[in-house]
C-alpha cells in the first residue's frame, strides 16, 4: 500500500482517488483492531489491576474521561490475561492516534481529488470532463449523499 506522501504525488488523479479510497479502507480497518486491543488493556488495566481511573484516562492515555467511561462500560464478563495491560494499552493508543492522523491526511487527499474531478479540474489547473457524483462514489466506496456534501460543504 501507497504511503500518504506517495498517494499526494502521484500526478493521475483518478488514480490518486482509487489508492486514497484503497488506503482509507484499510486504514480504518487497522484502527478498528488497535482500538480494541487499547480498549481490551484499558479494561483489564481498571477491572483485573486496579489501576485508578484517572491513572488510565489522563496520565497514561490522555483521554477523555467520558471516553475511558464508555470503554469500561463494555467490559465483556470474560476477559483476556493481559500482563502489563496499562503499557500495552498505552502502545497500543499511540497506533490508534497515528494511524488516525494518517486515515484524516489521505482523506483530505482523496476528497479534494473528488472535488476537483467533478468540477471538471487537473491538478494544473487545465480543463478536464468533470465526473459525476455517481462515479466518484463508486469508485471511493462513499455513498453518493457523502459526495454531493464534498460538493457543498454546508
Known amino acids: 500500500m501507497k504511503s500518504p506522501e506517495q498517494i499526494r504525488a502521484m500526478t ?3 488514480a490518486r482517488l482509487k ?3 484503497a ?3 484499510s486504514a480504518e480497518a487497522k484502527v478498528e ?3 480494541a486491543a487499547r ?3 484499558v479494561i483489564v488495566a481498571r477491572i483485573d489491576q486496579g489501576e485508578k481511573p484517572v491513572v488510565i484516562y489522563r496520565d497514561t492515555l490522555d ?3 467520558n471516553l475511558f467511561n464508555r470503554i469500561i462500560d463494555r467490559a465483556p464478563a470474560v476477559r483476556p490475561d493481559i500482563p502489563h495491560a496499562l503499557t500495552k ?3 497500543a493508543h499511540a497506533k490508534v492516534v497515528r494511524v488516525e492522523a494518517q486515515i484524516e491526511t489521505v482523506r483530505e487527499i482523496r476528497d479534494q481529488t473528488a472535488l476537483d474531478l467533478m468540477n471538471g479540474y487537473a491538478d494544473d489547473g487545465e480543463r478536464v470532463p468533470p465526473i459525476s457524483n455517481a462515479e466518484v462514489a463508486r469508485i471511493t466506496g462513499l455513498s453518493t449523499a457523502r ?3 464534498l460538493r457543498n460543504p454546508a
Request: charged share 25%; glycine share 0%; aromatic share 4%.
Open 12 to 14: 493521475d488523479p483518478l
Open 19 to 21: 489508492a486514497s479510497a
Open 23 to 25: 488506503y482509507v479502507k
Open 33 to 35: 483492531q488497535h482500538r
Open 39 to 41: 480498549d481490551m488493556a
Open 63 to 65: 483521554i477523555s474521561r
Open 89 to 91: 494499552a498505552k502502545v
Open 147 to 149: 459526495v454531493a456534501q
